[in-house]
């Protein structure tokens, strides 16, 4: 009897079935078994894995942002730890006081300010000592007209010299009204000329009458020759400093200042030998700036027939100041810097 191999896999041995038919005869009974092997058991089947779902990603800490980042965004919840006020007037003047004191165009032109106003005053005094004049503080104009040569330069460069730089973008940038930016400019610059010159003046005054010999001055006399003399000379850097903002050139607005200042009584030398051009060369020397601060000494050019006397020197020169000051103020919010 043949027997068929039982498959690899461990199944259960074959079911023996009979055959019929002519040879199935054998020898041992006289029949021939046949064995069928039995249909393979189907494999029992393991759960198929589903594939792997994707897995949500680990939730992440939240990077800090940049405060300069999150300011820009305009993030409303956002809270700097700087505190923030309100800017006013008094952080410009704060910030020009700095910049006018911290430069060395400003100690140098001050410093050879005082000295030649107190310099050649006390070299005027001591030239007339023991002389008789009237008045006797009146003779201190000659410093204080050369002192006016180093004022008008410093007012220019108080803002031509940031334009020159382009440093007054930065101004700008920092302070973006325009109307405060000058504003301070001028206060500073004229507190800051007034308060030297005034010291000066007074020193060289003091030494007048002391070392000349004369009247007496009166009380309106002593304010004109040391505050007047003060308010004149600053005044006239602050129409310097105008000059300057419309120019915004250094060379140019001191040019144009020192013209103002000279041109007058240069004209005026030569407008006198022509009869009929007289009656301009009178005008020119009457209201020009060495006659105007020689009025408030008291020792006009001309005398005082048909002119300025007394402080009306320095209100006109205060008017046009102010008409400067105002024209530079209306170009400064129209022009781009």
């Not at 191999?5 to 006289?30: S, T």
């Not at 430069?103 to 023991?130: F, N």
């Not at 700008?172 to 001028?186: F, W, Y």
């Not at 000349?212 to 600053?234: D, M």
Request: aromatic letters at 6%; proline letters at 9%; glycine letters at 12%.
């Amino acid at each position: 009897m043949l027997q068929a191999q039982p498959p690899a896999g461990g199944h259960p041995e074959p079911r023996p079935l009979a055959a019929h038919g002519p040879g199935a005869q054998g020898k041992e009974g006289g029949t021939m078994m046949l064995t069928v092997p039995a249909p393979p058991q189907a494999q029992p089947q393991l759960p198929q894995q589903s594939p792997q779902a994707p897995q949500a990603p680990a939730p992440q800490p939240p990077q800090q942002q940049p405060v300069g980042a999150n300011w820009q965004a305009g993030n409303v919840g956002y809270v700097s730890p700087i505190p923030v006020r309100p800017t006013h007037l008094g952080h410009a003047l704060a910030a020009e006081w700095t910049k006018i004191r911290s430069v060395r165009s400003t100690i140098w032109t001050l410093g050879v300010m005082v000295v030649l106003i107190v310099g050649i005053g006390l070299l005027t005094a001591t030239a007339m000592s023991g002389h008789t004049v009237s008045p006797r503080i009146g003779f201190g104009f000659f410093s204080v007209m050369l002192g006016t040569l180093c004022i008008i330069p410093l007012g220019v460069l108080v803002i031509s010299s940031e334009y020159g730089t382009g440093l007054i973008r930065t101004t700008m940038t920092v302070c973006p009204s325009r109307a405060r930016v000058l504003a301070a400019k001028s206060i500073v610059f004229f507190l800051l000329a007034f308060v030297i010159t005034t010291l000066a003046t007074t020193v060289v005054s003091l030494a007048m009458a002391g070392m000349v010999g004369g009247r007496e001055p009166t009380i309106s006399e002593w304010l004109r020759c040391t505050v007047g003399a003060g308010l004149y000379v600053s005044m006239l850097g602050l129409l310097a400093m105008a000059v300057g903002s419309l120019l915004r050139h250094s060379a140019g607005a001191i040019s144009a200042m020192f013209g103002v200042v000279l041109l007058p009584m240069l004209l005026a030398v030569f407008m006198l030998g022509a009869s009929s051009l007289q009656w301009l060369a009178k005008g020119l020397i009457t209201y020009s700036v060495p006659n105007s601060l020689a009025t408030l000494y008291g020792i006009p050019f001309l005398g005082t027939d048909g002119g300025p006397e007394g402080w009306t020197p320095l209100w006109i020169l205060t008017g046009v100041a102010a008409v400067a000051l105002a024209a530079a103020f209306a170009v400064q919010e129209r022009r781009d810097v």
